[in-house]
């Protein structure tokens, strides 16, 4: 059993493959049931390098941290003892690339067009974002990847029941389906989360140029 604060345990753990490439993200909950089944393993950093750890490891690790009054990194609160909250998971078992549907969702399509409005390139918040169909609905759009792209309330408003065309506004990328799923970088910047920088895929455009 797994007593935390609940943001926390909706926070975000890297998964990696067997061979050290990002595939997937999930919550800290889920991320420890994988570590305590002995489904992954934990990968951190002391002095520099890049360490593995089991659950029994990383259990006692934790436990003799928390013995020497260690306030650094995020704690759970299991029945028996405290659990430091890992940030990244190796699967040990599986090899290659999750091959999966990427399911259409406001989250994954913040994270396709990383978080920017596609017609002025402004950064936004989860909770800025706003959606437009490119060619609107009024026209025969359709509601999905490739028709589909995160924009600012200004941007969407100022279009309207347009397309960009006769809106005369830019679309650098036409939209598209991601081809794996959409690893966000919301959270690369905060200290909790800099270990992913070394394991994440370089960002790269997603669509066809218009």
Known sequence: MIVSHPSLLSSSVLILNRSYMAVHLVLVRQACLLLYREAAEVIDVEDGRYMNYDYRSWSEMSELRDELGDLTGEWIQLVRQRLLVPRIL???????????????????????????????????????????????????????????????????????????????????????????????PVKHDHPCYSLWQVFMPTPSATGRQV
Not at 158 to 184: D, I
Request: glycine share 6%.
């Open 90 to 184: 190796r699967l040990v078992q599986f090899d290659r690339v999750i091959q999966q549907s990427v399911r259409f969702s406001r989250r994954n399509l913040f994270a396709r067009d990383q978080q920017a409005c596609q017609y002025c390139g402004k950064q936004l918040s989860f909770g800025q974002m706003s959606v437009d169909h490119v060619v609107p609905r009024s026209q025969g759009g359709e509601t999905s990847w490739d028709n589909i792209v995160c924009c600012c309330v200004k941007c969407n408003t100022f279009k309207g029941g347009r397309t960009p065309q006769q809106a005369r506004m830019k679309l650098p990328l036409l939209p598209a389906k991601p081809s794996r799923f959409p690893l966000l």
